[in-house]
């Protein structure tokens, strides 16, 4: 777990740092910076999906997922939901009451979770003690919450607990079944992945509010798949 801790400990200094000089940004350049977190992320979410999709033995599964998985959402009402509880930090003592801080938010979360470093990393910190991956995630994610803190206030440290648990809970996984996260998986969950990231962009660009945290429940569908299958013993 020492890899996911640093990764944490990064993104919330990179919060406290990027809220600091948030003050001393003028409105022009913060938006210079917002426009730059959502071409980043669009470029991220490209990325993913060009890279995996061509190693994909289920070519359609990504359809599925995104259907299904925002479709469970949409039920839940997760978008909703997690506004409604941003709208009650923001009220807090101490908390930046910035607009889009649930917009920023599930941004980050996304950046931080959804990816090959965050996804490898503790399982190659699990089954092999190699933090390498886990480390060179958290260089990545300090620069990320600080550029992100800039434009959305000191808000973006709540990232923090959901990567340590996201992470937790895979290296945990990975102690108890080295085996269950298949490279077959691993490309799976990437590219729905990367269709998130891609459609957050979107929203931070003001194109499309695509309610992206109202699909996070797709990350869930390949995983079902494959258990699926090795039920079945279709594997």
């Not at 908390?95 to 996804?119: E, F, K, M, V, W």
């Not at 399982?123 to 600080?146: C, F, K």
């Not at 079944?177 to 459609?199: H, K, T």
Request: aromatic share 6%; charged share 10%; hydrophobic share 50%.
């Amino acid at each position: 777990m020492l890899g996911t801790i640093v990764n944490v400990c990064t993104i919330v200094a990179g919060s406290m740092v990027g809220s600091a000089l948030k003050t001393r940004i003028n409105p022009a350049c913060q938006q210079v910076m917002y426009n730059a977190m959502g071409l980043a992320a669009v470029a991220l979410g490209l990325n993913a999906v060009c890279r995996y999709m061509p190693q994909s033995r289920f070519p359609i599964l990504f359809i599925l997922s995104l259907s299904i998985g925002g479709l469970t959402g949409t039920l839940i009402n997760l978008d909703a939901r997690f506004k409604r509880l941003v709208d009650r930090m923001k009220k807090r003592p101490g908390t930046d009451g910035a607009p889009r801080l649930a917009q920023g938010l599930s941004t980050g979360i996304l950046l931080y979770c959804i990816g090959t470093l965050s996804i490898l990393g503790p399982i190659n910190s699990a089954l092999l003690g190699d933090h390498t991956y886990l480390y060179t995630n958290a260089t990545l994610d300090l620069v990320t919450s600080a550029v992100l803190a800039a434009t959305y206030g000191i808000g973006m440290a709540l990232a923090a607990p959901v990567l340590l648990c996201w992470q937790g809970g895979i290296y945990c996984i990975a102690l108890l079944c080295g085996n269950i996260i298949s490279p077959a998986l691993l490309c799976e969950m990437s590219i729905v992945g990367g269709v998130l990231i891609f459609a957050s962009g979107l929203s931070i660009l003001d194109i499309k509010d695509c309610r992206t945290l109202n699909f996070l429940p797709s990350l869930l569908v390949p995983v079902a798949f494959f258990l699926i299958r090795a039920l079945l013993g279709m594997e």
